[in-house]
């Protein structure tokens, strides 16, 4: 618990040494050798402790944590196949099961496992994340626009889907697309300043330049010391020397050192 897994396996051994059939310290030993990146030795300790207490759900996770780490996709299926909707880690296993199919690129599939849980919680941020990457992965640019055109449909408010949807369009030259999403994010989640940004950002590239310095200026009255937002204004506006944002600037200077690096 206090992140020192390495101790934490010395003291599970010697416990197995005295009770070799205590199902919950191989569980222990399992998640411990997890955090040590050691997934092989996990595994082992982790079906030993489902072998002395069947079922044994608490196990569930982190053994599929650690098969998908080893890839060893065949067993997760064998695995979640034999979890049932009501068990505590079904939620878990479809989640893994989903990734599987994703890496495997058997991309119906692991769509069908993600919507199963869309359909018990519809505001499941990480089963919604899957079918993002489902749409991602399809090969054709225009059937993943078609793939993310339907999922932003029925899933308007859904920032990840927003905004996952407008980095894509961006990324394959649909700029007024970007933009008219960047622009819904905006309106979704209108106090931080992700959504303005990236729009202004999408603004400049189109040569709509005072639209981009006015979106700037949005995400610099949320953050004044948004880093990103000064770099890229720099780029497109000439400052005077009476402009009203040189005084965000001055104080920004006096608290440089306190600052990360890449915003300094």
Same mark, same amino acid.
């Given at each position: ?12 051994d010697r416990s197995l040494k005295l009770d070799p059939e205590n199902e919950v310290a191989w569980l222990h030993l399992g998640i411990?050798?997890?955090? *040590? ?7 082992? #300790? ?18 599929? #944590? ?33 990734? #599987? ?6 991309? !119906? ?14 505001? !499941?941020? !990480? ?63 209108p106090e931080t300043p992700t959504g303005c940004y990236e729009k202004g950002r999408v603004l400049a590239v189109l040569g709509r330049v005072e639209e981009a310095v006015a979106c700037f200026e949005r995400v610099l009255e949320l ?7 000064? *770099? ?33």
């Open positions: 618990a206090q992140g020192r897994p390495g101790d934490g396996c010395e003291l599970i411990a050798r997890q955090q *040590l990146g050691e997934h092989q030795s996990a595994i082992e #300790a982790l079906e030993r402790a489902r072998d002395l207490q069947t079922p044994f759900p608490e196990t569930v996770p982190p053994l599929l #944590a650690s098969l998908a780490a080893v890839r060893r996709f065949e067993e997760i299926f064998a695995l979640t196949d034999d979890i049932r909707r009501e068990d505590f880690a079904w939620r878990v296993s479809r989640l893994a099961r989903a990734d #599987a199919l994703l890496e495997m690129g058997r991309l !119906d599939e692991a769509e069908e496992a993600s919507r199963e849980l869309l359909e018990i919680d519809p505001n !499941d941020a !990480d089963a919604a994340s899957r079918l993002i990457a489902r749409c991602l992965a399809e090969p054709h640019p225009d059937q993943s626009l078609d793939r993310f055109q339907r999922l932003a449909e029925a899933r308007p408010n859904d920032l990840r889907v927003l905004s996952a949807f407008a980095e894509f369009a961006g990324r394959i030259g649909r700029l007024d697309d970007a933009e008219r999403l960047w622009s819904r994010v905006a309106e979704v989640d953050r004044p010391g948004h880093s990103d937002t000064w *770099l890229a204004l720099s780029f497109i506006k000439t400052f005077r020397s009476d402009d009203p944002r040189l005084v965000d600037v001055d104080a920004i200077e006096t608290n440089l050192a306190g600052r990360p690096e890449i915003e300094r």
